[in-house]
């Protein structure tokens, strides 16, 4: 019957009207919520007078908060296409076959995912929330140079672009062949099959087009991510105010200006080593051929950045933790000074494990074992902090709001993968674990157990200071717990099923691993609800949250924690109200 | 203005958002799937893609938006539209992927049921959002 699904969408849709009518009429008012917020409009025009209206304040702002924010809507892009990929896989796992895509589709996904979430979602999240608040928190007027902090941040869009051209390019050829007109370089593009870790020689054998796009959009994500380093290092050192000096700069920016250092000698040396790579694969040079350097100097190269990344983007989760435990629990955190500590040590140890992911490659074992020792060491600053955390809640009083529960979970997630992480480092283990799911599990537990999740927990620590409004808490701690429950879920079965050996980056595997395997898919799927309940919290509150007016949401002054952003904001509501006597709701 | 016009206004940009998301599910799903042959099953009209499209969006820049219009005080979370349209465009939603489905099955389900209702969700709060900013 023609229109068929329209009338039943139709009947659906007056079937829910009448039906709320009805539970009106009943007086369930649950439904209908008077109070629920302000609707957005009618804005006091107080704050932002003297930058431009609309599109062009974004194009050209050089305002820290500004850029800030473009960082984090930036991240928040990249994170859902490489969640979407992530679902995608999981999806693909369910059954042990490849039946849902080939397999070199799912080559495809693995290797846009990692490269999506490491360089675009990560490391960019971090800087937004840098770019925000260290000036905040250092009093400082901005950051240290403005025009080259937004450079650093328009370079990562058309970055990702390339990076990712391969679907953008499909999508592109769909909507023109509809309309007849065929361009065959769209046809071309396809998404980069070789890992993120862009291993020689498949990298360099491989023919696709896109491959130099990527290596050419990773060169160009280090350049920005080294000047927004370059920034912070400078900020840290030099803008500080009057009232800040060494001995009370706080715990994030502390780690700010540890992971900035880091990406100070990691960054470009991965820009010259895909240098290299893009000239073997188009000009004859023969840096990683066996003629020439070797495939393994590829990954002695790609790994001294490598590993350093991985601190790059942990180090700020666990100045988060530092910052928002603390706060929560009602006391100071236990042990500033050697959280300080261990994060420079951090900083350092992490360029001297780079080997421990070469371990099966037959490198030297005198070799193996000196990386086997660091990365075993670097495991004991970590602790530290682990130690100091639960020190600091310890005989605290805990208020479990969901920045806190966040914070929590995260200690948890991370103990988790973080002892897994030993366990890897030990050479005769990872011969066994090398290539495994074990090794995608653990990693995860830190990326998405402390490193995902701390961000979500700034996000809502400190959203009344970035968007005037308080979201809604509940929903906030049914995402929290969502995520927190997701974790193990997910990254726990890949563990088992590393530990019982299914080696990771097949679309197909064997048929005893199926319950293992989708186990795996229910947890993800569950984190991408969670994160789809933070999305929709995010926009709906930015747009009728209830707007906050006492600037201590958190109770901070009570326990005397109500830091320089936090005074900050209470200077900025008292000159918006006090500009329109407090009679503007919205 | 009118509120026949802000809702078409609001239809136009929920159009854009929901081809967005249903051309991302086309392109991710690697042929596995067409949305074209689902738009058509859900309008009754398959084996005819390129007619479905055209009335696949007439439907939702037009169609659509007037339904909203004259059931929109009577859908719950209100005063907010944008709620209200995520909810008018959820039921949408549900008999899209319930009638467009075909012989879609076995783990893509997953990812077409997610996609679609996500389109259709993000559709609501961008016909909502656009209607109501465009009353002030």
Do not use: C
Request: charged share 10%; no cysteine; aromatic share 12%.
């Amino acid at each position: 019957m023609i229109g068929g699904g329209v009338v039943l969408a139709v009947l659906g849709v007056l079937l829910v009207a009448l039906g709320t009518q009805f539970l009106r009429t009943k007086g369930w008012s649950a439904l209908a919520r008077p109070d629920g917020g302000y609707l957005p409009g009618g804005e006091t025009g107080v704050q932002h007078e003297e930058k431009q209206a609309g599109l062009l304040r974004w194009l050209t702002t050089v305002d820290h908060k500004d850029i800030g924010i473009l960082y984090l809507v930036f991240g928040t892009v990249a994170a859902l296409w490489g969640g979407t990929e992530a679902m995608m896989m999981r999806t693909e796992l369910l059954t042990p076959q490849a039946d849902v895509w080939t397999a070199a589709t799912y080559n495809g996904l693995f290797t846009t995912h990692g490269i999506t979430m490491l360089f675009f979602f990560a490391t960019p999240v971090f800087f937004g929330i840098g770019n925000y608040f260290l000036p905040l928190l250092l009093d400082a007027d901005d950051m240290a140079f403005p025009r080259i902090n937004a450079i650093g941040f328009w370079m990562l869009p058309p970055a990702l672009l390339l990076a990712r051209a391969g679907l953008p390019a499909d999508a592109l050829g769909k909507i023109l062949s509809t309309v007849g007109i065929h361009i065959p370089i769209l046809d071309v593009l396809h998404p980069p099959e070789t890992g993120w870790t862009l291993y020689a020689p498949l990298s360099i054998q491989t023919t696709n087009p896109q491959v130099d796009l990527l290596l050419l959009g990773l060169h160009l994500s280090g350049i920005a991510t080294t000047l927004g380093a370059i920034n912070f290092i400078v900020t840290v050192v030099a803008e500080r105010g009057e009232g800040v000096g060494w001995d009370n700069v706080d715990i994030f920016s502390w780690t700010m200006l540890s992971t900035s250092g880091v990406v100070l000698f990691a960054f470009p040396l991965l820009g010259s080593a895909v240098i290299m790579m893009l000239l073997d694969r188009n000009f004859g040079t023969t840096f990683y051929l066996v003629e020439g350097g070797g495939p393994i100097l590829w990954q002695h190269l790609f790994w001294f950045f490598g590993h350093p990344e991985v601190y790059i983007i942990f180090l700020p989760a666990t100045g988060l933790v530092s910052t928002i435990l603390p706060k929560f629990s009602g006391r100071r955190l236990f042990g500033f000074r050697f959280i300080v500590y261990s994060t420079l040590a951090i900083g350092v140890l992490s360029f001297g494990v780079w080997a421990h992911h070469m371990f099966t490659t037959g490198i030297d074992p005198r070799v193996r074992a000196s990386f086997m020792f660091v990365s075993l060491a670097i495991a004991v600053p970590s602790a530290v902090k682990v130690f100091n955390w639960l020190s600091t809640m310890y005989d605290g009083r805990i208020r479990l709001t969901a920045p806190m529960i966040l914070s929590v979970g995260s200690v948890g997630t991370f103990i988790i993968g973080g002892v897994t992480g030993v366990f890897l480092a030990a050479i005769p283990i990872d011969l066994i674990y090398h290539d495994t799911q074990y090794v995608v599990g653990h990693f995860h537990f830190i990326i998405m157990g402390i490193i995902a999740m701390m961000m979500l927990a700034a996000s809502y620590y400190w959203y009344p200071i970035i968007t005037g409004r308080m979201y809604d808490q509940r929903l906030a701690r049914l995402q929290a717990a969502l995520t927190i429950a997701g974790v193990p879920v997910t990254f726990g079965s890949m563990l088992v099923m590393g530990a019982l050996g299914l080696p990771r980056r097949y679309a197909d595997y064997p048929t005893q691993f199926a319950t293992l395997q989708q186990v795996a898919s229910v947890g993800a799927f569950v984190i991408g609800v969670g994160a789809l309940l933070w999305l929709w919290n995010m926009v709906q509150s930015y747009r009728v949250g209830p707007r906050v007016r006492d600037a201590d949401v958190w109770n901070l002054k009570e326990s005397g924690q109500f830091t320089r952003e936090w005074q900050w904001f209470e200077e900025q509501l008292d000159e918006r109200y006090a500009a329109d006597g407090g009679e503007t709701d919205d | 203005m009118h509120r026949a016009l802000r809702a078409v206004a609001g239809g136009v940009v929920g159009t854009l958002v929901l081809g967005f998301f249903l051309l991302v599910l086309d392109t991710q799903a690697r042929g596995a799937l067409s949305v074209a042959g689902v738009v058509a099953r859900f309008l009754g009209v398959p084996g005819r893609p390129v007619l479905a499209v055209a009335l696949f969006v007439a439907l939702a820049v037009v169609g659509w938006p007037a339904l909203f219009v004259a059931v929109e005080e009577y859908l719950p979370f209100g005063p907010d539209p944008a709620a209200r349209g995520v909810v008018f465009a959820a039921v949408i939603g549900i008999v899209f992927v319930v009638v467009g489905r075909g012989a879609i099955s076995g783990p893509i389900l997953v990812l077409y049921v997610g996609f679609a209702m996500l389109a259709h969700l993000a559709y609501g709060f961008a016909l909502g959002s656009v209607y109501g900013r465009l009353a002030r």
